[in-house]
């Protein structure tokens, strides 16, 4: 099946840095990428979605200005945790859609995530 | 506004027995996609079954089976012969048909006993 990349998979930074992770396509094209946070024994609660070439599409509650999403190429796309503070640290998972498939409106992948820790 | 709902925070089942994992939902469109999830302690996301609104028959993955009642908005994820493999979160989602969001349950913590 598709395959997607997160990396790095794992990231610890002090208060105040910025991160970029990034989420690549390895087989297909995709237009459209997804991210999702997860803390804790929690289920995955979906920050933006973003389509190649346009700006991201965010969630209720999730600050653009902190979550910063580029989309720059069919096959990557990258999130950027500005400022990064110690509630920040979650699991972020990205996920990519394949125009076609069978699933309802294409196929999503998902990474393997990013654990991403704050001092 | 859709709405996924898995009341099951943890199960348990015997190594070898059969086990359904409870999700309801709730959405005004009229087509759209139901799948389930698997994710181990490793955090990643593996795709186990999809059924669309439409289908008439329930979907079967090898061992994984979703029973579709759609009237009553539900789609239970039955595993058969359950292996000590099995245990691991396990999360409902439903996509629009437009395919531009999937949202998730808050997921059952499944685990096998030996």
């Known amino acids: 099946g598709a395959v997607v990349s997160q990396h790095p998979s794992r990231v610890i930074c002090k208060s105040g840095t910025s991160v970029k992770i990034e989420c690549r396509s390895l087989d297909f094209q995709a237009t459209t990428m997804f991210w999702y946070r997860q803390f804790p024994k929690q289920s995955l609660m979906l920050m933006a979605t973003?389509?190649?070439?346009?700006?991201?599409?965010?969630e209720q509650g999730v600050e653009k200005d902190k979550f910063l999403i580029n989309h720059a190429s069919l096959t990557l796309s990258t999130l950027t945790v500005t400022s990064a503070h110690p509630e920040d640290s979650s699991f972020y998972i990205c996920?990519?859609?394949?125009?076609?498939?069978?699933?309802?409106?294409?196929?999503?992948?998902f990474g393997p995530g990013t654990r991403l820790t704050v001092l | 506004a859709q709405k996924i709902t898995q009341t099951q925070p943890g199960m348990f089942v015997q190594e070898k027995e059969a086990v359904t994992l409870d999700c309801t939902y709730d959405t005004s469109d009229q087509s759209y996609g139901l799948f389930w999830y698997k994710q181990p302690s490793s955090g990643e996301m593996i795709f186990l079954i999809y059924?669309?609104?439409?289908?008439?028959q329930n979907a079967t993955e090898g061992r994984y089976s979703l029973n579709f009642q759609k009237a009553r908005k539900s789609a239970n994820l039955v595993i058969s012969a359950s292996q000590l493999g099995d245990s691991a979160m396990y999360f409902c989602?439903?996509?629009?048909?437009?395919?531009?969001?999937?949202?998730f349950g808050a997921g059952t913590r499944l685990f096998v006993k030996a």
């Open positions: 989602a439903m996509r629009d048909t437009g395919g531009f969001k999937t949202i």
């Open positions: 996920s990519a859609r394949m125009v076609s498939g069978t699933s309802g409106g294409g196929e999503q992948f």
């Open positions: 059924q669309g609104s439409y289908d008439e």
């Open positions: 973003s389509n190649e070439g346009s700006k991201a599409t965010y």
